[in-house]
């Protein structure tokens, strides 16, 4: 397909002397259609910017009105103050845009981008013996979403799911065990049960002190490789994860590792030494540390004074583990934004062994915030991601039943709606905000939701199926897209043809919402063409690229929707 970005850009650059890469830089889109396709300013060009937009305005229609050197896919140039704004021609627009979407179908706006690049994606890491809470589903599903994006876009990706496979809780988890243990139990639920021994801990602890030594002791035996507290922290582990990867399975999640916090207990001596070659460390009150005064950061601990590992030294033996074993040319860490300090701390002490800094990347996010407080694992006080989860996927089966009574396979399209309501809920918002946690506004099947592109995919399917049992497909005439000629029909092509531009925004920003807002605004658009226009109709030669249209936008809100993890139902 035809890139016109990068045409008006070598355009542009021939007749103002400014890099491609510059004017590449200051065009832009519109917010608003009827302002033109691409926006140029013209501050760079002179002192007085209007002026010289007028100018440049000039010699550009010069050459359109020149039909041996006019540019083909430039309809017309207007002048609103020191910008200039061009449209591009319909036809050889629609033309582009909807043979490119129906020859390349699912690999529409796919491309190589990242070609021979590797990131590695940690994201999820939910700790082992405890809730896979809703508080995780914002790392989940936005890590899963950017690797789907950058997979799209020709990078090799590896997903790793760094999980909380260790640390003192599991001392507390183990003399839980020994004191109130009943396998049974265990294994029918083995998450809420080992909550309920966790949360027990604590209340007895309040009352009996001497349990936090007696944890602490145990932890330490299971550092030591005590055989008997290793079964059970693998006990906990493997049935933990079982229950992870159902939940996983749900929301269609795979990982190329669960390698977690526990594979780098004997790395991280080799990685301190390592550190120490080239990056001066400060022992401070019995600690070791990397001073990070001068960037105004409070100093790495990398031991503390009883000689133990923290998980600053942990998460740099990680770095340079899979720097050597992926040889990784970017390593995106999906976490909130709490531990925004960690990864500056970590992040600066890497850079200072060598690493260079663009290989880092911190994505965070904000919380999730309840109308009770925080949520809290030691008291009990959280709400389980799969509950949430089911809760939405009985919602659509609610409301399938109501709508459309004969929907055939209507168990398997309730878990795709339902699940797809939970994550574009979260999916849809600027990632950098909180979330107020809202059963209604999350689970709500109206407005800008999951649920209401799935059923304008879902509508689209139904436009084309039957158009196919009325016999109205199938011919091999030629079809005329200058017949597209309304505004409806122009603007939705419009939108068609920025898909590849905004995944490329939404992955090089790591930010989800960019696609996710996308969408809405191309159902939106569709939706507004369908209730304005009959597309099954007796003129052939306008139903016929009616038709192509249609199929093109459910081509790409599918392409969309899987590339943030959402199905897409043919019928609903």
Known sequence: MRNFRQELVALLSNETKLKPEEVDALLTIPPDSKLGDFAFPCFKLGKNPKDEAEKLNKKLSEKLNDKSHKPDFISKIVVVNAYLNFFLEPVILCQEALTEIFTQRKFYGKSDIGKDKKVVLDFSAPNIAKPFGIGHLRSTVIGNCLRNLLSFLGYKTIAINHLGDWGTQFGKLIVAYKKWGDEKELEKDPIKYLLSIYVKFHQEAEKDPTLDEEARHSFKLLEDGNAEFLALWELF???????????????????????????????????????????????????????????????????????????????????????QKYRADKIIYVVGSEQKLHFQQLFKTAELYGVPAEKLVHVDFGLFLFPEGKMS??????????????????????????????????????????????????????????????????????????????????????????????????????????????TEEQALVKKLYQFSDVLVAAAHSYRPHILANYLIALAQSFNG?????????????VMKVRLLLVDCTRQVLENGLHLLGIKSPKEM
């Open 377 to 486: 694992t030691r008291e009990g006080k959280v709400i389980f991601l799969e509950d949430v989860l089911n809760k939405s996927i009985d919602l659509a089966k609610n409301i399938i039943a109501e709508k459309n009574p004969n929907l055939g396979n209507s168990e398997e399209i309730a878990k795709e709606v339902g699940v797809g309501a939970i994550i574009f809920a979260d999916l849809s918002n600027d990632r950098i905000r909180n979330i107020d946690f809202d059963w209604n506004r999350m689970l709500s099947f109206d407005g800008e939701t999951g649920p209401y592109l799935q059923y304008t995919h879902a509508r689209a399917c139904s436009i084309l199926r039957k158009a196919l049992e009325e016999q109205k497909l199938g011919s091999s005439d030629k079809v005329n897209f200058s017949l597209l000629e309304s």
């Open 237 to 323: 582990k493997d049935l933990t994860l079982r229950e992870f990867k159902r939940i996983y399975n749900i929301l269609d999640i795979e990982f190329d590792s669960y390698q977690g916090e526990a594979f780098y207990n004997n790395l991280m001596d080799e990685a301190i030494k390592k550190l120490q070659e080239k990056v001066p460390t400060e022992i401070s009150d019995g600690a070791l540390i990397v001073n990070l005064e001068k960037y105004k950061l409070p100093p790495l601990l990398l031991r503390k004074s009883d000689g133990a590992t923290t998980y600053h030294s942990r998460d740099l033996a990680a770095i340079f583990y899979r720097l």
């Open 529 to 541: 063409f369908y209730h304005n226009h009959t597309v099954i109709s007796d003129d052939k030669g």
